[in-house]
């Protein structure tokens, strides 16, 4: 009997445990550069200014004066946090004016606002869509709505990168496959201009397929809000297309308006049904007041100063223009995109080789010409309100090490 007690002990001090997380390779041991300063078209990296061309600020809001008014009010007035979901004593009458603002905008009925910018989509996806409901979603989708899929639960089939035939397909293959059953719910869910890639959506064309085979859809607008359309009202705008077309509008606040949360917009009944059993909205405490200050203050300055989208217009074609120039780089991009994607025209045959060459490319513009960069698979350069020297600045720093390094 003691025997076996010590043969016990002996295997507990051999048993070793499984690592709670995956050892890490050295393409992931990474440490971006931090910001010391507003993330502005000037920031500071290491105790140095450089040239920001890696923050989503497109608008340039990031530190306006009426921004930091609207905050400093309303911190005065609520303080901080809201301390309690929205349904649980953690509704300010700031978060109610917040959702009337982005509706009347937006011309939709009404709106839902989240608390964190990619819950929006974690919460709105699944609130619709359960287990046995079909989702056609398109393959290069940002990881917050990947996530919403995954959450839903429900048979998520991806069509190739804004392919029409490719959607068309897959369309026409469910619509065949499931002819029979009943009660079934289905969707479409694309980004206006998505994230992964610049590209911009041709949103007519799928309007088009979702009146013919009887879907509905979801849209991402976080990158476009306040940047696509004459006035920045978004893809629709854009197009000329009737908001009340499409079923679900989301989308981050955190990139044009320069403030954080997100919201959900379109008809009473899709915004009602999400207060009762969105798990973003119900269960986390809600927004803090200043910020849906902030949103409702960045709606009004986009509306009051249109010359914001023909100065970002403006920079998008001169950027482009300068980038165009660099040897061993296309531009992947949407003219209209204010995320500019340089992808390399001549693979090194591995992904993590290409990534590798262009993270170089980048350290090198921002130690050696104070040119802050982002890279992923591809190069990419968001810009606002920077001036046309830092424009060139830019163009010929890429210039210069990329003819170094390739």
Same mark, same amino acid.
């Given at each position: 009997?003691?025997?076996?007690?010590?043969?016990?002990?002996?295997?507990?001090?051999?048993?070793?445990?499984?690592?709670?997380?995956?050892?890490?390779?050295?393409?992931?041991?990474?440490?971006?550069?931090?910001?010391?300063?507003?993330?502005?078209?000037?920031?500071?990296?290491?105790?140095?200014?450089?040239?920001?061309?890696?923050?989503?600020?497109?608008?340039?809001?990031?530190?306006?004066?009426?921004?930091?008014?609207?905050?400093?009010?309303?911190?005065?007035?609520?303080?901080?946090?809201?301390?309690?979901?929205?349904?649980?004593?953690?509704?300010?009458?700031?978060?109610?004016?917040?959702?009337?603002?982005?509706?009347?905008?937006?011309?939709?009925?009404?709106?839902?606002?989240?608390?964190?910018?990619?819950? *929006?989509?974690?919460?709105?996806?699944?609130?619709?869509?359960?287990?046995?409901?079909?989702?056609?979603?398109?393959?290069?989708?940002?990881?917050?709505?990947?996530?919403?899929?995954?959450?839903?639960?429900?048979?998520?089939?991806?069509?190739?990168?804004?392919?029409?035939?490719?959607?068309?397909? *897959?369309?026409?293959?469910?619509?065949?496959?499931?002819?029979? *059953?009943?009660?079934?719910?289905?969707?479409?869910?694309?980004?206006?201009?998505?994230?992964?890639?610049?590209?911009?959506?041709?949103?007519?064309?799928?309007?088009?397929?979702?009146?013919?085979?009887?879907?509905?859809?979801?849209?991402?607008?976080?990158?476009?809000?306040?940047?696509?359309?004459?006035?920045?009202?978004?893809?629709?705008?854009?197009?000329?297309?009737?908001?009340?077309?499409?079923?679900?509008?989301?989308?981050?606040?955190?990139?044009?308006?320069?403030?954080?949360?997100?919201?959900?917009?379109?008809?009473?009944?899709?915004?009602?049904?999400?207060?009762?059993?969105?798990?973003?909205?119900?269960?986390?405490?809600?927004?803090?007041?200043?910020?849906?200050?902030?949103?409702?203050?960045?709606?009004?300055?986009?509306?009051?100063?249109?010359?914001?989208?023909?100065?970002?217009?403006?920079?998008?074609?001169?950027?482009?223009?300068?980038?165009?120039?660099?040897?061993?780089?296309?531009?992947?991009?949407?003219?209209?995109?204010?995320?500019?994607?340089?992808?390399?025209?001549?693979?090194?045959?591995?992904?993590?080789?290409?990534?590798?060459?262009?993270?170089?490319?980048?350290?090198?513009?921002?130690?050696?010409?104070?040119?802050?960069?982002? *890279?992923?698979?591809?190069?990419?350069?968001?810009?606002?309100?920077?001036?046309?020297?830092?424009?060139?600045?830019?163009?010929?720093?890429?210039?210069?090490?990329?003819?170094?390094?390739?």
């Amino acid at each position: 009997m003691q025997s076996g007690f010590i043969e016990i002990d002996e295997l507990c001090d051999e048993w070793v445990p499984q690592p709670l997380i995956p050892s890490l390779d050295k393409d992931l041991q990474h440490e971006p550069p931090v910001l010391e300063s507003a993330a502005g078209p000037h920031t500071i990296v290491n105790g140095k200014e450089v040239v920001n061309f890696a923050s989503a600020n497109y608008l340039g809001l990031i530190g306006h004066q009426k921004l930091i008014d609207s905050c400093s009010s309303a911190l005065e007035k609520y303080g901080v946090g809201s301390c309690g979901p929205r349904g649980f004593y953690g509704t300010i009458d700031v978060h109610l004016d917040c959702e009337a603002r982005i509706a009347k905008f937006l011309g939709t009925p009404d709106s839902i606002l989240y608390s964190y910018g990619l819950s *929006t989509m974690f919460s709105a996806i699944p609130a619709f869509s359960k287990k046995g409901d079909i989702i056609v979603a398109d393959e290069g989708v940002h990881w917050g709505i990947q996530n919403g899929l995954y959450l839903s639960r429900s048979t998520v089939v991806y069509f190739k990168h804004n392919d029409m035939d490719s959607l068309q397909e *897959t369309l026409e293959n469910i619509t065949s496959k499931y002819k029979h *059953t009943k009660n079934l719910r289905r969707y479409i869910v694309v980004e206006a201009l998505y994230q992964n890639s610049g590209q911009i959506a041709p949103l007519d064309h799928i309007i088009k397929l979702k009146e013919k085979y009887r879907f509905r859809i979801l849209l991402d607008e976080s990158n476009s809000f306040g940047v696509l359309g004459s006035s920045g009202r978004g893809l629709t705008e854009h197009y000329g297309i009737p908001v009340e077309k499409l079923d679900l509008i989301t989308a981050a606040m955190g990139h044009a308006l320069a403030t954080e949360g997100g919201f959900c917009t379109g008809s009473a009944r899709v915004i009602d049904h999400q207060r009762l059993s969105s798990s973003g909205y119900v269960f986390s405490a809600s927004l803090p007041p200043y910020l849906a200050s902030a949103a409702i203050t960045a709606i009004d300055v986009l509306e009051e100063n249109p010359s914001l989208l023909t100065k970002l217009k403006n920079n998008i074609a001169v950027l482009r223009k300068g980038l165009s120039e660099i040897q061993g780089f296309t531009i992947a991009s949407h003219p209209d995109s204010p995320i500019v994607y340089l992808r390399l025209k001549k693979s090194t045959g591995s992904l993590n080789d290409d990534l590798r060459l262009l993270e170089n490319i980048a350290e090198r513009a921002l130690k050696e010409d104070s040119v802050f960069v982002v *890279t992923s698979r591809r190069s990419t350069l968001d810009k606002c309100r920077h001036s046309e020297s830092d424009i060139h600045k830019a163009s010929e720093s890429l210039k210069r090490v990329a003819g170094l390094v390739l």
